[in-house]
């Protein structure tokens, strides 16, 4: 018989990103891409963070509110296999899933204690949408999360080759440093769905409140305008 779990959101996240499309595929990849943890209003008590600054790295449990409906398929095709070759779902992180729980390692860069929004951790490399609801937080411990011998399956066997990015003056300029690093960092991931290869094809997408354009060219040089 299936039983029906409750979860509620402890948490929202505050994210560059308004829509899924550029999100990085895994968290930790693009290190400088700035993230927010806001408390839901029921659970604005520092007293529950009270010793998570001596961490470095946190774990993050969510829900990809974005999908349109449950999935149902038992396999899935990732990324880093072409968007082609399928594999079983819980061989994947595919964010297709039954439960649609995502799980994300974080760095901590600080605490802010009080502010109008209650406790807010900020924090780098996310992985999340704008307003994604988190329904836990736990601190990453590395003497028993880290495996670095640890066979990894076809991520092992597929080498992933970082685009050249190229951005446009214009573009360049409406943007800070750390923030065109983080931008930078998410193009170079290349965000297109792995089986588009049209040179001519623009693709759009919405970060840190602008709307951006790319186009991928044949030498895999990426150009943003």
Known sequence: ???KIEIRAIARFRS?????????????????LRGQVVLEPTFRNAEALRGIEGFDYLW??????????????TTVRPPRLGGNERVGVWATRSPF?????????????????DTPSGPVLHVLGGDL????????????????????????GFT???HWQPLEVEIDEAVAAQFDSDTMAALRGVLAQDPRPHYHHD?????GFSFAG????????????????
């Open 1 to 3: 018989m299936s039983e």
């Open 16 to 32: 560059p990103f308004a829509s899924k499309f550029g999100i990085p595929r895994q968290s930790g990849v693009v290190a400088e």
């Open 60 to 73: 993050l449990l969510w829900q990809f509110s974005a999908n349109a409906a449950p999935p149902t398929a």
């Open 97 to 113: 899933r039954p439960n649609g729980l995502g799980l994300s390692a974080v760095r901590l860069e600080r605490g802010e204690w």
């Open 129 to 152: 949408m704008d307003g994604t609801p988190i329904v836990d937080i736990k601190p990453y411990v590395p003497y028993c999360d880290a495996h670095p011998d640890a066979r990894a």
């Open 156 to 158: 092992d066997e597929r």
């Open 199 to 203: 040179a001519e094809r623009v693709y």
């Open 210 to 225: 602008q709307e951006l354009h790319f186009t991928v060219d044949e030498n895999n040089v990426l150009h943003l305008t």
